[in-house]
């Protein structure tokens, strides 16, 4: 039994990878978009980040999923690694990624599954809704294996609690207490994402921001403006506090 057993758990089951591929990351799902906006700018700060490097670059995409993240950055580097504790979404992830090396497991309890000294670490929807107890213990074995001084930690946070979805998670919230469905409705603010990865020997030095319109847009006819706008103003720039889906630069202190 890994350490961290609920969360770990939710995707243990194959309905829940086949739900996760097929409708959070359906076609036109909004999900899908975020990530449409997030990729370029992923790849961008990794190729950016590892110009004019002579030595071979390691990657870790850790809870790696289904291989999203992965496959989509593994040919940026000369190694790429996947590690996540369901072995049902790694079996997607081996049909995703041509290159990589992916690993079932536990990192706090299975230290051996790390390697020393990565040059860029990824950490995608993992962190909300990992339970409180365990972001910093997770973050601080990263951290370990975080290249110094110039190691990159690209740390995603898909629920801030300061966005125009807040209003939403809190009528569900509401709802749930009445008639529970188990909905992740984890929220973090910047300020706080910024005091825990301090805390666990990291420091931001760019923020990004996706999406500021709520959600719910994207289920009505509403979804093409709506993306229109959504798209205008990802980025790194002044919205960037109040965009729902966060992406962390961090370096180790
Ligand atoms: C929402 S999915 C995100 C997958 C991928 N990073 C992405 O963005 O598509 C969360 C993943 O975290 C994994 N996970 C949960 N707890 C974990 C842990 N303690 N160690 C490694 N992976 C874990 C789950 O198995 C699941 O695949």
Sequence with gaps: MPESASYSSRFQNQADVEAYESREY??????THVWQWQRP??????????????APARLLDFACGTGRVLACV??????????DLSENMVARARAKCRQA???????????????????????????LNVEPALRRRVLLKLRAVAREPDGLLILNVHGNSRSLRH????WRRWREAARPTGAMLNEM?????????RASGFEIVRQFGFGLLPPT??????????????????????????SIDLMFVCRPV
């Design 167 to 170: 209003p939403a998670v809190l």
């Design 189 to 197: 603010s910047p300020a706080e994402t910024k005091g825990l990865l």
């Design 26 to 31: 359906g076609k036109a799902s909004y999900a």
């Design 101 to 127: 090396r992916l690993k079932v497991g536990d990192i706090l309890s299975q230290p051996d599954l790390l390697q020393p000294a990565y040059e860029v670490i990824t950490a995608f929807r993992f962190l």
């Design 74 to 83: 593994e040919s940026l580097v000369a190694v790429a690694e996947g590690i």
């Design 217 to 242: 847009l994207y289920r009505t006819p509403l979804r093409h403006p709506a993306s229109v706008v959504d798209k205008l103003f990802a980025g790194d720039n002044l919205w960037r506090n109040c």
């Design 41 to 54: 700018i992923l790849q961008r700060i990794i190729q950016d980040s590892l110009r004019g490097r002579k």
